[in-house]
């Protein structure tokens, strides 16, 4: 994300590795309107502390809405909400989260599609643009 994206959610998210084991780690979550940051947290005190202030490394993962495909399969277990985004190439990420207040899966769908749906208008007025700009070269020929 090359200028500083507008941030519409900052919380925790728990994210499962892709390792033998599949085992879900803490990150905070940055929800842009370019996509979704993680960053892993350093040191983690095995407390569910949601306090911001918590040691988070300044490398993060982005996953970018150009790149994302869908969020879903939704699962409700034990107070936790289970949900998968599937990115263009197929590649398969598992996220979960309280079920309290707003889950992150509606959140990250909604911006999902917010974005997906600026990108359509945008290459509708830019056809719109070129087509009208070649259909008046021709007619000032004419004259």
């Not at 370019?34 to 993962?61: I, V, Y």
Request: net charge positive; glycine share 8%; hydrophobic share 35%.
């Amino acid at each position: 994300m090359s200028l500083p994206a507008k941030v519409m959610r900052d919380g925790l998210l728990e994210k499962r590795s892709s390792g033998l084991l599949q085992l879900w780690k803490k990150k905070r979550c940055l929800l842009t309107e370019e996509g979704l940051r993680l960053h892993n947290c350093k040191g983690s005190s095995g407390g569910r502390s949601d306090a911001p202030s918590s040691a988070w490394s300044s490398k993060a993962k982005e996953l970018r809405f150009e790149r994302m495909a869908t969020v879903d399969c939704v699962e409700y277990k034990r107070g936790l909400v289970y949900f998968t985004v599937v990115m263009v190439t197929g590649q398969e990420i598992d996220f979960r989260c309280p079920q309290e207040g707003t889950a992150w899966n509606a959140e990250i769908a909604l911006a999902l599609v917010r974005y997906k749906n600026l990108q359509a208008v945008q290459i509708g007025r830019n056809r719109h643009l070129s087509s009208a700009h070649l259909g008046s070269t021709g007619d000032e020929e004419e004259l």
